[in-house]
């Protein structure tokens, strides 16, 4: 097996070894109260959404993970049966290894195969040029394409990119690609800072990928035993703060919402501090290795279930309903959000 199939088997590997029930993406900071009365049934609620602009079912789905050797391939198909039995969407891992090695295509076209009518998100690195962007969009016959912005990742990585000058291929993907492009991080979050830069690239659809579930700065490290003296393990927003700092934003940009979810009560908490929906990680990919694609489909139908109860008992009628519902921060958060205001 060459090296990049060998890194993407590694990465599958080591995040389920690092994989925590309890997640730290901050979300337990946010309170929301009850609503006590809330004259509404059960199926008057609605949880469905859109994802970069495309309607979706419901407000959660299965964000990029895997392909690039047999393994990867496999669990891909395994991701994407579940996506396809639930309607969820489904996105790929990146592509760019499949643009160098035409062996490893079927492992990225198999959630097509297996997903013949539903959403499929491909995933590129922005280092890529429109062309590749095409070529990835082609192989998956894509709906969205994921563009990843995973600066931290490249510097952990001995062997990665040290030449992080990217914008020129973003604007010329963001302005050219016939289908919505979704650019995101990889667990690190986005500050409001680059937001504004992304207004200037045309930039619509974003998923602020924050800090406190999978980790690449720890997988990283683990892949080279460089435990001892650890580079940004700690680094970057978590997904809580992420999503504060995002919501001046809100008017500019449908914000998908990832990084440590762990259950429907983080998803609400994304949804209700602006999130038009969650990707989710980490918590897929653990299911699907212990419980197969039955056990992740039982997952994501249980996780539906419980996101409308949620919304009852919040007494909201739809995810727009979900932006008024009330909260509090946690004194930590609430400091946070109150220095953004100085930024
Ligand atoms: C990822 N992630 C990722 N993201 C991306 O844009 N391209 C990729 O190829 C990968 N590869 C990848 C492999 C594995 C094994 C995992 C677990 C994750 C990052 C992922 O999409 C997401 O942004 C983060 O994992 C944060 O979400 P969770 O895992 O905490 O839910």
């Not at 062996?103 to 590749?132: C, M, Q, T, W, Y």
């Not at 009852?312 to 958060?333: S, Y």
Request: hydrophobic fraction near 40%.
């Amino acid at each position: 097996m060459n090296s990049h199939s060998h890194r993407k088997d590694e990465h599958v590997f080591i995040a389920e070894k690092l994989y925590q029930s309890e997640s730290t993406n901050g979300l337990d900071q946010i309170k929301l109260f009850p609503n006590n009365l809330p004259e509404i049934a059960w199926d008057e609620v609605n949880i469905t959404t859109t994802l970069a602009g495309i309607p979706i079912p419901a407000p959660f789905f299965i964000n990029a993970m895997s392909g690039g050797s047999p393994s990867t391939a496999k669990l891909n198909e395994k991701l994407a049966a579940a996506a396809a039995a639930t309607g969820i969407p489904m996105a790929t891992g990146s592509e760019s290894i499949a643009l160098k090695l035409p062996e490893v295509e079927s492992s990225f076209s198999i959630v097509r195969k297996e997903i013949p009518d539903g959403i499929v998100l491909g995933n590129l690195g922005a280092d890529h040029s429109l062309e590749d962007a095409k070529r990835a969009v082609a192989l998956l016959k894509a709906d969205i394409l994921e563009i990843h912005l995973n600066a931290a990742q490249e510097i952990v990585m001995p062997e990665g990119d040290r030449k992080l000058k990217w914008r020129e291929n973003l604007k010329k993907i963001i302005t050219n690609l016939e289908i919505p492009v979704l650019v995101k991080e990889v667990g690190f979050g986005i500050s409001p800072r680059l937001l504004q830069q992304f207004k200037n690239l045309g930039i619509k659809y974003v998923d602020l990928s924050g800090r406190g579930g999978t980790n690449f700065a720890k997988i990283e490290n683990q892949r080279r035993h460089a435990k001892d003296f650890p580079l940004l393990d700690n680094f970057g927003l978590s997904t809580a703060e992420t999503l504060i700092a995002s919501q001046p934003f809100q008017k500019e940009f449908s914000f998908t919402a990832s990084g440590g979810i762990r259950n429907a009560l983080d998803i609400v908490k994304c949804l209700v501090l602006g999130a038009d929906n969650v990707g989710i990680s980490g918590l897929f990919l653990h299911t699907v290795l212990k419980q197969d694609s039955a056990g992740l489909i039982e997952l994501i139908e249980k996780l539906k279930y419980q996101v409308q109860s949620l919304m009852v008992l919040l007494g909201c009628h739809n995810i727009a309903e979900l932006r008024q519902a009330d909260f509090t921060l946690a004194p930590e958060l609430y400091i946070f959000q109150k220095q953004l205001q100085n930024y």
